[in-house]
């Protein structure tokens, strides 16, 4: 699922996709963010935070949106790898500094799935997971942000089978859009691998920490 946050950066290079409008939802959400992006000011967890923003009234404007099946208490995708950006993984790194428990969490759950395949994540909780909701939600990865399902029965499927999600099309590639932005040029990692690698280096070491973080597969 997260291999789709690997979009390519050129018109001409995006696939057709079975929804005619694909590529028109991408470049919404690539323009908007590269907007924010062009005002925002202050290190990597500013852009995130700007871009983040400025993408959410754009995720809930769709025609999909008031048939979503999302609701609190609900965190079968937060069972799946996330791909995410350096600026985001810096903004969740900052968020959970403070708290010693969670940072100890996300740290140990790092060492215990350090040398994981991307796969063998699936059904594994994210680790900023407790009681069923995320501990830092408004500092949320774009993926998250983005993938509405419109079938919590499909999404509790999609852990142990190959399930299709019926999604919030709009939402999902403006968010990819919005991603590819954020990119800038650093590629985007695996949230629990390298929230822990920002966590533990310096801070004029975090890019390269980043790098070496467990990184999203290629589609």
């Known amino acids: 699922m997260d291999a789709l946050w690997r979009a390519p950066t050129l018109r ?4 057709r996709s079975p ?20 005002r ?3 290190g990597p967890a500013e852009r995130a935070a700007a871009v983040h923003d400025a993408i959410a009234d754009l995720l809930r404007d769709t025609d999909a949106h008031e048939r979503l099946a999302c609701r609190s208490g609900c965190a079968h995708c937060c069972h799946f790898p996330v791909g995410v950006t350096f600026a985001e993984a810096v903004r969740i790194a900052d968020a959970i500094r403070g708290d010693d428990a969670l940072r100890e969490r996300v740290l ?7 040398d994981a395949a991307w796969h063998q994540l699936v059904g594994r909780a994210c680790p900023l997971l407790r009681d069923g909701a ?18 919590e029965a499909a999404c509790s499927a999609s852990l142990t089978a190959n399930a299709d999600v019926p999604r919030d099309e709009a939402a999902w590639w403006r968010g990819l859009g919005a991603a590819q932005a954020l ?3 650093h590629g985007r990692r695996e949230l629990r691998s390298a929230v822990a690698a920002l966590l533990r280096a310096a801070r004029g070491e975090q ?8 990184a999203v597969p290629q589609p």
Do not use: N
């Open 183 to 185: 990119d800038e040029g």
């Open 108 to 114: 140990a759950d790092a060492d215990a799935t350090g």
């Open 207 to 214: 890019a390269a920490a980043f790098a070496r973080s467990r």
């Open 134 to 151: 995320c501990q830092r939600y408004p500092q949320r990865p774009m993926p998250c942000r983005a993938l509405g399902s419109l079938d």
């Open 12 to 15: 001409p290079k995006i696939p």
């Open 19 to 38: 929804m005619p409008t694909s590529q028109d939802e991408f470049y919404r959400g690539l323009e908007r963010a590269g907007a924010a992006l062009s």
């Open 40 to 42: 925002a000011r202050g």
